[in-house]
């Protein structure tokens, strides 16, 4: 279970929020599930609510802060510009700047998108465990916080889940607890998903996680018409990046294809001694300003020194210097236009070799995505997204010659092959490893590896459909020339 903790100040405007629409009008059926008594005695759990209602029940949330007029606040600190970090001063604390309003406690609690959907009944008892367990209840009623939570359908990820607000004021008018709380959530969902049975994330069973992502990334997303936030679209660039790469260089070249602005990250008091890399997709004319990323941050396994081990010793010299190279301006522009690679002969080897494994397939499915999804990721990317987590496989090394020979070909055939044996190696690691040992991995891949197949055989027939209906060009007499084949690359 996957718990997302922010504080703010606008109760009424977060209720809202919640019975609303959503930002893509992904909201539906938005009703109570559980609460305080008082907010319970007003709304019954299950009743659709309005936005009259949202308004009425932050009253009621919020009605101890007002009577004893408590004023909860959280601090700002100074951070840095260019890499979001925060400013310290020279006794290695962070710099205060302000203050802002915190008296309003918001969490989400969702299950994985595989999982499927739980019950209003048992996400009212999760719910009572979670506030209960967080210590925002007392038995005896003074030191109780108000706290209601509310259910709207799944996420954009198809995530089921739900959303606790919570007063920060209690009965009494002091002030909640909020120390080390998002320790205290994770530790909370961990003990919930034994008592009642759910899985556990997959990045607390395993040791890597991906990361997740914060309402201020949803927004921009939305501000610019974007179906993933930056990071998850970074990932999936990057990691489509390796599936074409054949070293260190390569990967940063293509991901620069792919959109990506890179940067060097030096380490303390050098300006040539690079440390990692950090990766933005610029600014956009809604948004001034470019975010920039740590890929360590985004997915462990993109970080700099997991970069050069998986291309090894060989290279890096190369691949630092290129890296330097690239130390610019901090706020360049969104670029208008990308351009795909495609596999080599020897991306082609590694993926059928015996040491392929969920990894590889996870760089070829982002690498998929891109070229059949664009700019709406689906199936291909929910694939490459699972096995980013996964940690065993297996291959065959035969069928390398033949996909090389489809690719030189062109015609888009290639990618179709490669599609077909990532079915293929994926469902052998299915059967031969992790439907034993990972089977709530095994139930939400083998789904989406059905999903995949049908836009294979859809990619296929259209291929199939635009050769029928083209006449095969006819060179220049005696110069072999002739119709130039299909970029299995991309373009947008």
Known sequence: MIPNVVRGGRMAALMNYLVGPGRANEHENQRLIAGDDRVTFAYAPGVELSKYDAFEIAEILDAPRKLHGTSVVKPVYAKDEETGAFLKDENGKKIRIGSKDAHVWHCSLAVEAGYGSVPDEQWAKIAGSFVEKMGFIDPDGAKSSRWVAVHHGASKNGNDHIHLVVSMVREDGTKASTHNDFHRAQVACRELEVEYGLPRLESQEHGQGL???????????????MALSDKFELQRRLRAALATANSAEEYLRHA???????????????????????????????????VWYAPSKIDRTLGWPDINQRFGAQGKAAADAYLVSLHSANNPAMKTRTKGHALSVAQLERMMSHKTGPDTLANI???????????????????????????????????AARLNQRFAAGNGRGWVAVAKQAG???????????????????????????????????????????????????????TGQGRTPRDPGYER
Do not use: C
């Open 424 to 478: 293929r190696l994926g469902r052998l690691m299915l059967e031969n490893n992790l439907r034993t040992d990972r089977p709530r991995f095994t139930a939400g891949v083998d789904r989406l590896i059905n999903d995949a197949e049908s836009i294979v055989r859809a990619e296929m027939r259209k291929i199939e459909q635009e050769q029928s209906h083209t006449a095969p060009a006819r060179g220049l007499a005696g």
């Open 365 to 399: 499915y982002a690498r998929l995505s891109l070229q059949w999804e664009r700019n709406k990721p689906g199936t291909l990317h929910q694939l490459s997204m699972s096995y980013a987590r996964a940690t065993q496989g297996m291959g065959n090394a035969r069928y």
């Open 256 to 290: 620069q294809d792919h959109g990506v602005h890179i940067a060097p990250s030096f380490k303390p008091g050098s300006n040539t001694e690079v440390r990692g890399y950090r990766v933005s997709f610029g600014h956009s004319a809604t948004d001034g300003k470019a």
């Open 211 to 225: 990361a997740g992502e914060k309402p201020a990334e949803r927004a921009r997303a939305d501000r610019n018409h």
